[in-house]
């Protein structure tokens, strides 16, 4: 993986409960780390389901290695939140590639 290749910077985020002023529990969007990473493959499919037609925006990225990540978690890319996919290791510990999924606002 060359340095000169990771051009995007993606933020990594994980889901934490925590109680609002009334005790209710809430979903907040924790930030786990941002990384470096190389964007190799971008497409747009569309599918014919249920309640129509609908756009899926599909992302692979790779960036160094951080110990974590996992399908739970979200990438922040470009300002829109994906849905992480799957997580693919490369090498020993060198890299990790990332297939995400564009979350519906």
Not at 27 to 51: F, G, H, K
């Amino acid at each position: 993986m060359k340095a000169g290749r990771l051009t995007e910077e993606v933020r990594i985020e994980r889901a934490s409960n925590t109680l609002n002023e009334y005790g209710t529990p809430i979903t907040t969007w924790v930030t786990l780390c941002t990384l470096r990473a190389e964007r190799v493959e971008q497409s747009t499919t569309e599918y014919i389901r249920n309640y129509g037609a609908s756009d899926e925006d599909v992302v692979v990225l790779r960036a160094r290695f951080f110990e974590g990540i996992t399908n739970a978690d979200r990438l922040i890319w470009h300002g829109q939140s994906y849905n992480i996919n799957q997580t693919v290791p490369i090498g020993r510990r060198q890299g990790v590639e990332l297939r995400c999924v564009r979350m519906d606002p």
